[in-house]
């Protein structure tokens, strides 16, 4: 929201919000543009006939006072997405869906367009260098959007990404997720099903073909667009790095993991559709190190590497963990996954986990009671977790000072370590540990 309010000031609006409380880095990103509030907190009165629109964020309830204000006046109300179309009318829509990898995807296409030197705008989930912001609206003629399927406000509950209807629709795969708001999987299918009805007319969909799940939905569904379906390409690895090859052209890349290979074959045909080469494609892609904290290199010497992924639904950590696993078959893996979200912390979701980190040879599972008391979730027990994973030795740890001895007394020779949260490990700097170890 507050990325979205500095791109509209440097559009010439004139724009001003409210919130109870602001953290970093917006309180510093507003304070620099001059739009912090003068007051915290919620201000009905500041409400007046004069305002052209409002955005809604997701986290203000239906009794906020400015939004009750504004209903009773009858302004225009937007959510975060609605208002992303508004402004987008008249553009090319590439909208990126999926379960997993659509920061990445998403991250990867603003990277070639930028290298290839194609004005458009984005909408992005992650910090990604050469962008310094995540929302960006401007005159340009395209704009690549990541489609949550998360609800959009308080007042339009259905996912982000019912209301961007996309000209270019990308989806990655499908894995139940957000258990809080999707209770079964069926329902979590059904919002994909409604998204394929969003595409335009005689638009494009790019599909990741080697999902069965999303393969019989999209083979099933009836539409009026197109469609391409897609899945891993010709690679090989050779000294830890990985070689692409599309159309008979090679390029090496930075980033690793069958899954970076499926969304850099996406981002290949969605960026041919808005015009760029295969050539000019493996040039600029060859150079893309990642979206933060996906597959993120925190540290490295010649024996060791420690990774920090933003990986922790199901399909996220498993994929991650192969990831690693394949491009570093000589060397140990000691994988340290943090259950943070809704859905990881329930136990009901917990069979979900079964299997994800076989790959590892040492494997620890890290979730605090701080957490649970933060979502008003019930205590979760070991055994339940040890019953989902169904991991042979699995760690369990609870404390953040165990989890930091812990860490400091494995041995890191021939080995990789990969850190996976959504979180931070109730403060942990990773960072710090991981020049520590690979000094």
């Known amino acids: 929201m507050h990325q979205l309010a500095i791109s509209l000031k440097k559009k010439g609006y004139i724009v001003r919000g409210s919130d109870d409380e602001i953290f970093e880095p917006a309180f510093s990103n507003l304070a620099a543009e001059g739009l912090l509030p003068e007051t915290m907190g919620w201000h009905p009165e500041k ?12 986290h203000a309830k239906q009794d906020n006072p400015e939004l009750v204000r504004a209903r009773e006046m009858g302004l225009k109300i937007y959510s975060f997405p609605e208002y992303i179309y508004q402004e987008s009318r008249a553009k090319t829509r590439v909208v990126i869906g999926g379960s997993h990898g659509k920061t990445t995807t998403t991250s990867m296409i603003m990277h070639v367009l930028k290298q290839a030197g194609l004005k458009f705008d984005w909408l992005v989930g992650a910090k990604l260098e050469g962008f310094p912001q995540s929302v960006s609206l401007t005159d340009a003629p395209v704009i690549i959007c990541e489609g949550d399927e998360y609800p959009a406000s308080a007042i ?10 996309p000209d270019v629709a990308i989806l990655t795969g499908i894995a139940w997720d957000h258990i809080n708001v999707f209770p079964t999987f069926d329902f979590y299918l059904e919002q994909f099903r409604i998204f394929l009805d969003k595409i335009e007319s005689g638009g494009l969909l ?4 080697t999902d069965p799940v999303l393969k019989t939905l999209v083979e099933n569904h009836p539409g009026s667009f197109r469609k391409k379906a897609y899945r891993i390409p010709d690679h090989r690895i050779e000294n830890g ?9 090679t390029a090496r ?23 760029v080469d295969t050539r000019t494609f493996l040039q600029a892609i060859s150079n893309f190190s990642g979206a933060s904290k996906r597959l993120e290199l925190l540290g490295k010497n010649e024996h060791t590497n420690v990774y920090r992924d933003f990986a922790h639904a199901p399909s996220k950590v498993k994929a991650t963990m192969e990831a690693v696993r394949q491009q570093y078959p000589g ?8 259950l943070h979200t809704y859905s990881s912390l329930n136990e009901q979701f917990m069979g979900e986990y079964k299997g994800t980190l076989d790959n590892a ?6 979730y605090s009671r701080h957490a649970l008391s933060l979502k008003g979730m019930p205590d979760l027990s070991k055994e339940k977790v040890y019953k989902g994973f169904d991991k042979k030795g699995l760690i369990l740890i609870n404390e953040k000072d165990e989890l ?7 041995s890191y020779e021939n080995a990789n370590l990969l850190l996976m949260s959504s979180g931070n490990y109730e403060g942990i700097d990773l960072v710090s540990f991981a020049k520590e170890i690979t000094k």
């Open 47 to 58: 409400i007046d006939p004069g305002v052209g629109a409002v955005i809604l964020g997701m």
């Open 156 to 165: 339009k509950k259905r996912p982000k990404f019912h209301f961007l209807f």
């Open 206 to 209: 790019i599909y990741n073909e």
């Open 241 to 249: 790095r990985t070689l692409v090859e599309l159309e008979g052209k």
């Open 253 to 275: 890349l930075l980033v690793f993991g069958d899954h970076n290979l499926l969304n850099l074959q996406a981002a290949w045909l969605a960026t041919a559709e808005l015009g």
């Open 331 to 338: 060397r140990k893996l000691i994988s340290v996954l943090e």
């Open 361 to 366: 040879d040492t494997a620890l599972v890290f």
């Open 404 to 410: 930091i001895k812990w860490l400091h007394q494995q």
